[in-house]
């Protein structure tokens, strides 16, 4: 009976592996597929739908924290910022612009921000969490506004420059090789996500997001845990940063403002939390929506998006791809 009960669990188990491994590789396809469509829809636009990839990022990096971890904030912008700040020094004062170079500064950047970030958070919990990550995202503004010798302070910070990416490939004025860039960090950052997501230390996160203490009652460290996911997710935040300063040779106090945090998490919220397709999902929709109807009717284009938002939070509460997965399911299950 015993040896039937492991064959069984090894077989679901088998079949799980299975399962999650192909929603991998759809995941990678869907991904790329939706890129070559971006680059033929949009040929004169590469430069929005790179800008979209870096932000991608950043509510990727959000929904570690949010989605899977259930903290809250609205200061993730401090980790994207950093990274853009560490890859524009980097190019600017050292003159290092290798690009692999200056993501792999982004990520060190995001990281530290997302060290310092957490150590002050964490320590609130609920509605405290938003007033710090406010404070915080406040305090990594005006820290770089009064750096202005390293930042360029509101001026923003000049003088980036790139070399070819592995000394062949020219960051071009239509934006091509920028384009094929923030692409491939998208799939190796998505992978890695998906691993991680799916890992003991992914369901230990969302175990503390469910009873963090039944997760400590069982011996492990909630707020260890969480330090380093906001850590992780600083790094992850910091690649959309480094990718964003990489691409535009330019960083501004607008990639540390709260605007921009508050963005993300209402792309997060448009897509689903506790996916990383629902984050990727949300993020396209919002920011060409955005981008449509901003063209369309300068004058009332927010009247738009606070209707478009409505909508979602009224009739798909778990967000589109949330709501539209949930939908599946339920069908599935009826199906069997």
């Keep these: 009976m015993a040896l039937v009960m492991n064959t069984e669990t090894a077989v679901s188990t088998s079949a799980r592996k299975r399962r999650s491994l192909g929603r991998d590789v759809a995941g990678v396809v869907a991904i790329a597929m939706v890129a070559v469509i971006g ?31 259930g903290v809250a904030t609205l200061g993730h912008a401090a980790l994207f910022g950093s990274g853009a700040y560490a890859a524009g020094i980097l ?6 612009n290798d690009p692999l170079l200056m993501t792999l500064a982004g ?9 310092v970030s957490g150590a002050v958070i964490l320590r609130g919990h609920g509605l405290p969490q938003l007033v710090l990550s406010i404070a915080l995202i406040h305090l990594f503004h005006e820290f770089a506004n009064k750096a202005s010798s390293w930042t360029g302070g509101s001026d923003g910070l000049s003088g980036i420059s790139t070399d070819p990416i592995f000394g062949y490939f020219e960051f071009d004025l239509y934006g091509h090789t920028a384009y094929v860039f923030a692409i491939v960090l998208l799939l190796i950052v998505f992978v890695l996500l998906r691993l991680l997501v799916r890992s003991p230390f992914g369901m230990l996160c969302r175990g503390i997001k469910e009873d963090p203490l039944r997760v400590r ?12 996911m906001y850590v992780i997710s600083g790094a992850v935040a910091g690649v959309g940063g480094a990718l964003n300063a990489i691409t535009t040779q330019v960083v501004g106090l607008d990639s540390l403002s709260f605007t921009l945090s508050a963005e993300s998490l209402v792309m997060l919220v448009l897509g689903g939390t506790g996916s990383l397709f629902g984050a990727l999902s949300g993020t396209v929709i919002f920011m060409l929506f955005e981008d449509y109807v901003s063209a369309a009717n ?11 938002l409505i909508a979602v939070v009224l009739f798909a509460p778990k967000g589109l791809y949330g709501s539209a997965a949930a939908y599946v399911n339920r069908k599935r299950e009826a199906g069997r």
């Design 217 to 228: 009652a069982l011996g492990a460290s909630p707020k260890a845990a969480l330090m380093k």
């Design 39 to 69: 680059y033929l829809v949009f040929p004169d636009n590469l430069a929005l739908l790179t800008r979209i990839v870096a932000v991608a990022l950043l509510v990727l990096a959000l929904d570690l924290v949010t989605g899977y971890c």
């Design 107 to 115: 990520i060190v950047g995001g990281a530290i921000a997302g060290l």
């Design 91 to 96: 190019s600017a004062h050292y003159g290092i």
């Design 298 to 308: 300068p004058f009332h284009w927010l009247t738009m998006v606070g209707a478009l």
